[in-house]
C-alpha cells in the first residue's frame, strides 16, 4: 500500500530539510514541474495488532518558489495524511497552524485528513529565548484537538530537529501509525 502525505506550514519553518533528513543521504526524489513539487519514496514498517507491514510512504513537499493556488489540488489529491509543521523560533508560523489545517481539509477531496503538529529547530532553543516551550506546544495542539476530536483523532505533537535529527524519524513513524489506524478504524 501506498501512503501519500505532504508536507505544511509557512516558509522556512523546515519542510524540506525534515524531508532531507528523514529520505537520509543519497535519496531521490522526483520532481514534478507542472505542480512544482517534489516527492520521495521510502518503506516504512508499522506493526498493527501484533503484525508488522511494511508500507510505501510518499511525502511530498512544494519547492519554494510555486504559485501554491495554481497547484493545490494536485498536491493535496489523494493524501491520507500530512504535517504541519511550525518553527519553535518563529510565533507567526504557529499562529498560521489553523490556516494550514483549513486549507488541507478544504482541498483534499478526501475531506478530513488526519495529521500531526510538528514544532521543528528545537536546537535553537537556547540560543532564541523567546522560542516557544514544549508545554506551550503541547496544550496548542490538546486545544487544536477539541476541533478534531469530531472526527476521531487527537493531534500527536512532537518536537524536531531538522539540523540535529532529533525525533525526525519518531515523526515520521507516528504519523504512519495514525493514519493506519485512522484508515482502518474510523474510515471503514
Ligand atoms: P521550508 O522547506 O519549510 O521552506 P527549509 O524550510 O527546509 O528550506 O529550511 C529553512 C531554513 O531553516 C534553512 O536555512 C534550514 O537549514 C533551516 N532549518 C530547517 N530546519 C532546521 C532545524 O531544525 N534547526 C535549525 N537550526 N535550522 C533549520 P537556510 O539558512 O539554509 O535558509
Ligand atoms: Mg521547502
Not at 483549513?102 to 485528513?113: F, Y
Not at 500531526?116 to 522560542?131: H, M, T
Amino acid at each position: 500500500m501506498l501512503i501519500k502525505v505532504v508536507l505544511l506550514g509557512d516558509a522556512a519553518v523546515g519542510k524540506t530539510s525534515l524531508r532531507r533528513r528523514w529520505m537520509g543521504e543519497g535519496f531521490t526524489s522526483q520532481y514534478i514541474t507542472t505542480i512544482g513539487a517534489d516527492f520521495s519514496i521510502k518503506e516504512i514498517k508499522i506493526k498493527i495488532n501484533k503484525k508488522v507491514i511494511t508500507y510505501k510512504y510518499q511525502v511530498w513537499d512544494l519547492a519554494g518558489q510555486v504559485q501554491f493556488h495554481a497547484v493545490r489540488q494536485c498536491y493535496y489529491q489523494g493524501a491520507l495524511g500530512a504535517i504541519i509543521m511550525y518553527d519553535t523560533t518563529n510565533i507567526e508560523s504557529v499562529q498560521s497552524v489553523p490556516i494550514w489545517i483549513n486549507e488541507l481539509w478544504r482541498n483534499n477531496k478526501l475531506g478530513v485528513t488526519p495529521f500531526i503538529l510538528i514544532a521543528n529547530k528545537i536546537d535553537l532553543r537556547n540560543e532564541v529565548p523567546q522560542s516557544l516551550r514544549t508545554e506551550q506546544g503541547k496544550s496548542y495542539a490538546m486545544q487544536l484537538s477539541e476541533r478534531t476530536l469530531l472526527h476521531g483523532f487527537e493531534i500527536p505533537f512532537i518536537e524536531t530537529s531538522a539540523k540535529t535529527g532529533e525525533n525526525v524519524d519518531r515523526a515520521f513513524q507516528l504519523l504512519g501509525e495514525m493514519i493506519i489506524k485512522y484508515e482502518e478504524t474510523v474510515k471503514s
